[in-house]
Nanobody, 116 residues
Framework: QVQLAESGGGLVQPGGSLRLSCAAA??????????MGWYRQAPGKQRELVAF???????NYADFVKGRFTISGDNAKNTVYLQMNSLKPEDTAVYYC????????WGKGTLVTVSS
């Protein structure tokens, strides 16, 4: 059983930065076929994909974060990071970590609020 623990959310002003972290406990060794990613859900909206990275290091981003967010992984620590720069009010959402290995595992989410 894989358990995901997110951290790093909070309140930031527009244009600011935050780094989210997600540690996957119980995952053991990370395989190249594993996928770790970040989704977000804003109030009244559906959950949407932000970015994901494979265990082999291939990353993919939603168009609305390209050039602003960077996803990275540390397989030795079973941890994935999301560096968020140039944050906008519309980035306000609960950010969820996801781990895909045969089935989806989800974290409980961390709130990111972008407001002046």
């Amino acid at each position: 059983q894989v358990q995901l623990a997110e951290s790093g959310g909070g309140l930031v002003q527009p244009g600011g930065s935050l780094r989210l972290s997600c540690a996957a406990a119980g995952a053991g060794m990370i395989f190249s076929s594993d996928v770790m990613g970040w989704y977000r859900q804003a109030p009244g909206k559906q959950r949407e994909l932000v970015a994901f990275i494979t265990g082999g290091g291939k990353a993919n981003y939603a168009d609305f974060v390209k050039g602003r967010f960077t996803i990275s992984g540390d397989n030795a620590k079973n941890t994935v990071y999301l560096q968020m720069n140039s944050l906008k009010p519309e980035d306000t959402a609960v950010y969820y970590c996801n781990f895909l290995r045969d089935i989806d595992y989800w974290g409980k989410g961390t709130l990111v609020t972008v407001s002046s």
